[in-house]
């Protein structure tokens, strides 16, 4: 089999990169290892207004709106944002990766289902994937390969790309709670997810709680032999935050029933592999670290730069240099479009993991006013968090708070 372009993954980035790469005239396959796309499921579905349009999919009836957001502090004290207008929805992730990947094929790519890549080989400037179809070992050559093969990407480990600083452990169960506005998420940072912040988030009559953690061993166990893995540690430290959640959280516990219809477990890379090129090799979505680093999202930011994937790489072919050189045209554009904005939300996330449940605290207690909630409400945006951090430093009221927490977030 001989392609332009060969997109490892069929995930929200792999059928957007492969999209944008067959409607420039790229000859495209997508390789997915599952027989089912879409599956399983690794995430809580809340995408913003402006994924959905990053995607290029219009919200059907099946999304499940979202007007704002209460935080509540590890106190109890609780804030609500929101403006009334729909700012989010949630989406069965099945369904939304199977339109995406219809997309792709109406643009004239083509999918290969049960297909992994096993290694890549390169021959004179062009690319060998290794790979079993169905169980049977085949070949694919490519002028590129995107690597969209999600946060234990295999092209970014065989093309020496590297890895990530960080990687939170999320877990989350879907069952049924009893929320204040079936149209508000609601949030919860602090001790109950340390690093992060623990979720509930509505979908239709249901309800998807969740949180993420930094990689810790599991609180109260051995940590064992060194053969343990270090992911089968970690998954096991969000799995028994989870579970203390969901039986002794003051707010939690209350409002969900016991019982699960559903777990999800997976991982969110922190900050972004240093450099997402290499010869015949581009790298996006989660596999290069495009998740926002304050909420884990990484649709969004992996659709803006899967599309540029896409596109240079078609370019790149049209222009018969497909060189590290030529490609890193893509690292640059992605970094000039959402680069700074990850970096901030890095930055971000350290802030208020080394917070502590007091810090918090005071910081809630702060933005409990009905000018700063207003200012929140208005500026707060889900995929550039600095733009309502700028104008909370500018803003009088909040600016002396935020620097008196100042030591704490730079110890
Ligand atoms: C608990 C949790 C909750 C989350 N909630 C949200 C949320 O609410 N909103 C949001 O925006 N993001 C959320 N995320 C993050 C989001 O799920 C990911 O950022 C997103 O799925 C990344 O898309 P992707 O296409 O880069 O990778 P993926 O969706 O991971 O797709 C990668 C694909 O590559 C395939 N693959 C891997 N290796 C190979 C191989 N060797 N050969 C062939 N195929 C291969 C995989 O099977 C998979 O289909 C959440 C994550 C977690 C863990």
Excluded at 33 to 43: K, M, N, T
Excluded at 145 to 168: C, H, M, N, P, Y
Excluded at 318 to 333: C, G, H, I, K, N
Excluded at 356 to 365: A, C, E, T
Aim: with cysteine; glycine share 10%; net charge neutral.
């Amino acid at each position: 089999m001989d392609y332009d372009v060969v997109v490892v993954g069929a995930g929200p980035a792999g059928c957007l990169a492969a999209k944008y790469a067959a409607k420039n005239g790229a000859k495209t396959l997508i390789i997915e290892e599952h027989a089912s796309i879409g599956s399983p499921v690794q995430c809580a579905g809340l995408l913003s207004t402006k994924a959905i349009d990053a995607c290029e999919v219009r919200p059907d009836k099946g999304c499940h709106p979202i007007t704002g957001a209460f935080v509540y502090a590890p106190d109890g004290r609780r804030i609500c944002i929101s403006g009334g207008e729909i700012k989010a929805y949630v989406v069965d992730r099945r369904l939304f990766d199977r339109t995406l990947a219809e997309n792709a094929l109406r643009s004239g790519a083509e999918i290969l289902m049960r297909t992994r890549a096993c290694g890549i080989a390169t021959r004179g400037n062009r690319r060998i994937l290794h790979v079993t179809i169905e169980g049977e070992p085949d070949v694919i050559e490519a002028d590129v390969v995107i690597g969209a093969d999600g946060i234990q990407s295999s092209i970014a480990r065989w093309a020496g790309l590297g890895t990530f600083e960080k990687v939170l452990c999320g877990a989350q169960v879907n069952t049924v709670y009893d929320f204040d506005c079936y149209d508000c998420v609601e949030l919860f940072p602090g001790s109950c997810a340390p690093g992060f912040f623990a979720w509930a988030i509505p979908y239709h009559e249901s309800a998807r709680i969740g949180l993420a953690v930094r990689p810790t061993v599991t609180p109260g166990s051995d940590p064992g032999p060194e053969s343990i893995s270090q992911s089968q540690s970690q998954s096991g430290s969000a799995c028994w935050h989870l579970k203390r959640l969901l039986s002794d959280h003051r707010v939690v516990s209350r409002k969900c029933l016991s019982g699960m219809t559903g777990l999800v477990m997976g991982g969110i890379p922190i900050g972004v592999l240093q450099r997402t090129a290499a010869d015949s090799v581009l790298i996006t979505g989660d596999a290069a670290g495009h998740v926002k680093p304050t909420s884990g999202g990484g649709v969004y930011p992996g659709a803006v730069c899967a599309k540029i994937a896409g596109r240079v790489a078609a370019d790149a072919i049209r222009d018969r240099d497909t060189s590290a050189r030529r490609l890193y045209e893509y690292d640059r554009l992605w970094r000039a479009e959402i680069g700074r904005e990850l970096a901030i939300g890095k930055r971000i996330n350290e802030w208020m993991a080394r917070l502590g449940d007091s810090g918090i605290n005071r910081l809630i207690r702060v933005l409990d006013d009905d000018e700063l909630l207003d200012l929140i409400t208005r500026y707060g945006d889900m995929d550039y968090p600095s733009v309502v951090l700028r104008k909370l430093l500018m803003n009088t009221k909040s600016v002396g708070a935020l620097l008196k927490l100042a030591p704490i977030c730079l110890r």
